[in-house]
């Protein structure tokens, strides 16, 4: 379990170097004591594991920039993936000057996963009003734009980006979507029309998409403060969790009517991994929403077939 006394760690990722398992993980000390005011705070820490169980602290990946910058409030969850040679470490970022309610996703590289360097035409992935929800505060609290889960075409043509996104039209608490965007290089992206349609959670959280024993299936996280008013009606045992959805590729149509949560307490913004023997592991970090009191955590593995969800 990766824990620390002093901080609370939430919502993360991993990157495979096919040795070693590396956690990027958003953190926020404890001294702030309301877990409430950790988003205002957060950086992206970092550490490495080679069983997702025993876990060696490395240096923090990434800041906030510096006051006035487009992240200088805060930043929040990605993906990475190796290109070339290099590390790509794809990142939420938001503002002081907007009272962070603005979202918008920037880039960082790396050789050696250890030292980043954030990129200069960053913020470089912009939500496209002609799709999604941009400014509209009367229906959302916030720009959603975030939780880039970024990955290569597996035919070779180019990458896709799945991104915490907003319909622009709808019941207000049922906009949520997957977004989208493609790239030929990691580079310049094309936004364009979302994976999957509105209509049962305010937004989807933490996206990842991969192929399990030759399903395609999307997990994402949800509160249940976050929840439609139409799917609570349809199912009065809503909590807090993480989700799976199933589709016909990586690139959906996803059915998020038929997303079922995870059977396990607590846990949000699960990741799935394989370990060394080829399995699938989920992982997740612990919010305590289910206990009462806000836990920032990151579980050990959990065999995805004891789940039962496939």
């Known amino acids: 379990m990766l824990t620390f006394a002093d901080r609370w760690i939430w919502d993360f990722w ?3 170097t096919g040795s070693e398992y590396h956690a990027f993980y958003l953190q926020a000390p404890k001294s702030l004591r309301d877990q409430h005011l950790r988003h205002r705070y957060a950086s992206i820490g970092h550490a490495v594991s080679m069983d997702l169980r025993e876990w060696r602290l490395l240096p923090d990946a990434l800041s906030p920039g510096p006051p006035g910058s487009w992240d200088d409030r805060a930043t929040w969850t990605g993906s990475s993936i190796r290109h070339a040679g290099t590390w790509y470490l794809y990142y939420t970022g938001v503002s002081s000057t907007e009272g962070g309610v603005i979202q918008r996703i920037g880039l ?3 050789r050696d996963l250890v030292t980043w360097s954030k990129h200069p035409a960053n913020p470089i992935l912009l939500a496209d009003p002609r799709w999604y929800e941009v400014d509209d505060l009367d229906a959302w609290r916030e720009t959603c734009w975030r939780d ?3 990955f290569a075409d597996p035919s070779g043509d180019g990458f896709h980006a799945l991104i915490t996104a907003r319909a622009t039209d709808g019941a207000a608490d049922a906009r949520g979507v997957i977004g989208y965007a493609r790239s030929p290089d990691l580079l310049d992206w094309q936004v364009v ?4 349609a509105a209509g049962d959670f305010g937004h989807l959280e933490v996206p990842q998409a991969e ?4 399903t395609p299936v999307l997990l994402f996280s949800c509160a249940v403060a976050d929840v439609s008013a139409a799917r609570r009606a349809r199912e009065l045992d809503q909590v807090t969790g993480t989700y799976l959805a199933t589709g016909r590729s990586l690139l959906g149509p996803w059915d998020i009517g038929g997303a079922r949560r995870i059977p396990v307490p607590d846990l949000y913004s699960a990741r799935l991994v394989r370990d060394r023997a ?4 989920v992982l997740g970090f612990y919010d ?3 206990r009462g009191e806000f836990v920032g955590e990151i579980s050990d593995p ?3 077939k004891r789940l039962g969800l496939l």
């Open 14 to 16: 991993l990157a495979d």
């Open 108 to 110: 960082a590289t790396s």
């Open 148 to 150: 880039p889960w970024v």
């Open 193 to 196: 029309a979302p994976l999957s």
């Open 211 to 214: 192929i399990v024993d030759g």
């Open 278 to 281: 080829g399995e699938w592991q």
């Open 288 to 290: 305590g929403s289910e």
């Open 302 to 304: 959990i065999p995805f």
